[in-house]
């Protein structure tokens, strides 16, 4: 089995930063990638960044793009997601997924395992 576990969230000001990490422990797979995804009170979960396992192709929703970077440490198993030039609408529970490939995707269905989430509070 494989654990999922996020850090980092918490309250910050609109244009404020947060960095979230994402470790991946237990029966790791030998290539996978990995990817962020988050939800809203009241919608649906949303796809936010995905990375490949080799980090050269990486994904970002057109919400974040220009602000949010997605990286990744593989002698560490983990993921990070870097956000900047926050806004209250990125307030949302941040979830950390693994996908059993190299190849990362932006399909919600397509991820295997999920953190147990990080709750991210921009105030205006």
């Known amino acids: 089995q494989v654990q999922l576990v996020e850090s980092g969230g918490g309250l910050v000001q609109a244009g404020g930063s947060l960095r979230l990490s994402c470790a991946a422990s237990g029966r790791t797979f030998s290539n996978y990638a990995m990817g962020w995804f988050r939800q809203a009170p009241g919608k649906e979960r949303e796809f936010v960044a995905a990375?490949?396992?080799?980090?050269?192709?990486?994904y970002y929703a057109n919400s974040v793009k220009g602000r949010f970077t997605i990286s990744r440490n593989n002698a560490k198993d983990t993921v990070y997601l870097q956000m900047n030039s926050l806004k209250p609408e990125d307030t949302a529970v941040y979830y950390c997924s693994l996908r059993r490939s190299a190849r990362a995707t932006t399909t919600r269905y397509d991820h295997d395992y999920w953190g147990q989430g990080t709750q991210v509070t921009v105030s205006s």
């Open positions: 990375i490949s396992w080799s980090g050269d192709n990486t």
